[in-house]
Nanobody
Framework: QVQVVESGGGLVQAGGSLRLSCAASGSIYSFNAMGWYRQAPGKARELVAV???????NYADSVKGRFSISSDNAKNTVYLQMNSLNLEDTGVYYC??????????WGQGTQVTVSS
């Protein structure tokens, strides 16, 4: 079994920064990628950023230049540095790990609220 736990969410003013962390543990022998999705109230879950085991990254257009994803493969941990936050970044942020078979494990989510 694999457990995924996010941390670092909270309340921040517009223009501020937050850093999310996500640690995976359990029966992880190897993984393809780790990443972040988010879901705003009344909206579908959307991809925010993903990083492969090899270090390739991909970002949603809405966060390019403001968010940065990084990882520590040895610790099965991924980070999301979020800068210049705006009201549209509010939502629940979910971390996932995709194992070598393409199976995804999800965390419970962490709330990010940006206030004006």
């Amino acid at each position: 079994q694999v457990q995924v736990v996010e941390s670092g969410g909270g309340l921040v003013q517009a223009g501020g920064s937050l850093r999310l962390s996500c640690a995976a543990s359990g029966s992880i022998y190897s993984f393809n990628a780790m990443g972040w999705y988010r879901q705003a109230p009344g909206k579908a879950r959307e991809l925010v950023a993903v990083i492969t085991r090899g270090g390739s990254t991909n970002y949603a257009d809405s966060v390019k230049g403001r968010f940065s994803i990084s990882s520590d493969n040895a610790k099965n941990t991924v980070y999301l540095q979020m800068n210049s936050l705006n009201l549209e970044d509010t939502g629940v942020y979910y971390c996932y790990l995709e194992n070598r078979y393409g199976l995804r494990y999800w965390g419970q989510g962490t709330q990010v609220t940006v206030s004006s």
